[in-house]
């Protein structure tokens, strides 16, 4: 069952059996509803499912970067719901279907700026919404219980799952540009209160 983590922002997550996994996509259903990545293939009609619960009907799908976990569904997606997409124009992932846009660093997509993240993968993006005070942080960071620590912080994506981590920090200096309350991740737990506060002590360590 879907979860609104926010008012007017469900975390939808899906349980992969034969792996034990879980993957998540994020709907956004205040003006045009939005879904935000799109999960595993293997997952995608419990996705379709959740959404159709809400008795939401999405208009657009967002990816933030090419991984399988996040670009997966798409094409299911779109065939389900006749979506507009966004993809980043780094992304070279094959879909059946091409996008309606490709978008880059400070791009503008409806209530969403863009910010390019690169570090876990080169074509990373996190989507902010400084009026509603939401960061959707695509792979740029994760929630820390996702390595066995507390719940309601943040920790860099897992170096095994990395191009570059050195990368990966800087880009959580990027996002520090923009004011948001709370963060979004797609690997843990989300950071639903002072996540940009969290997010600075993280970077700006004493003694950095």
Request: proline fraction near 5%; avoid cysteine; aromatic fraction near 8%.
């Amino acid at each position: 069952m879907p979860t609104e983590v926010v008012d007017g922002v469900f975390d939808i997550t899906s349980l992969v059996e034969e792996s034990g996994k879980r993957y998540r996509v994020f709907l956004f259903t205040e003006g045009t509803p939005t879904i935000l990545d799109a999960g595993l293939a293997q997952s995608v009609e419990t996705v379709i499912d959740a959404i159709d619960d809400l008795g939401v009907v999405p208009e657009r799908l967002i990816i933030t970067h090419g991984d399988g976990d996040h670009i997966g569904g798409f094409d299911a997606l779109v065939d389900e719901y006749d979506l507009e997409t966004w993809v980043p124009e780094r992304t070279t992932a094959a879909t059946e279907t091409e996008p309606t846009h490709r978008y880059g660093d400070g791009d503008t997509i409806g209530r969403f700026t863009a910010v390019h993240a690169p570090g876990h993968e080169p074509d990373n993006h996190a989507l902010v919404d400084e009026d509603a005070g939401i960061a959707v942080m695509g792979d740029a960071a994760s929630g820390a219980d996702q390595r066995g620590l507390p719940v309601g912080y943040f920790h860099l994506p897992p170096a095994y799952y990395s191009t570059d981590l050195n990368r990966a920090e800087e880009s959580l200096e990027r996002l520090l540009e923009y004011e948001f309350d709370v963060g979004l991740v797609f690997h843990g737990s989300s950071v639903t209160e002072n996540a940009r506060e969290k997010l600075d002590r993280y970077v700006n360590f004493p003694g950095k």
